[in-house]
């Protein structure tokens, strides 16, 4: 199953949500959780605007995850 990238921060609820979410309908599904504040360009880049997920170069969501677009990007990567 592919990997999504999910950038995050700490001490957000909206990405504990989503982090939560997508465990939840994806349990086979590779979360590569990378923390914004860690890197001054991420931080730069993404600002307050978290959380994003990417699917490869395909940004998925920002701030909700959309469980039917996900379901349905991985299913087109599948096949």
């Known amino acids: 199953m592919p990997k999504i990238t ?6 957000c ?10 465990m939840r309908h994806f349990p ?5 959780e ?6 001054p360009e991420l931080t730069r880049q ?3 605007e978290v959380p994003v997920g ?9 701030y909700h995850l959309d469980v039917k ?5 991985l299913d087109e990567t599948e096949h």
């Open 6 to 11: 999910l950038y995050t921060r700490s001490e």
């Open 13 to 22: 609820h909206l990405c504990d949500e989503a982090k939560t979410t997508m």
């Open 28 to 32: 086979n599904l590779a979360i590569d």
């Open 34 to 39: 990378v923390d914004v504040d860690t890197d």
């Open 46 to 48: 993404y600002g307050e």
């Open 54 to 62: 990417y699917l490869g170069e395909t940004k998925v969501f920002k």
């Open 69 to 73: 677009r996900l379901r349905r990007l």
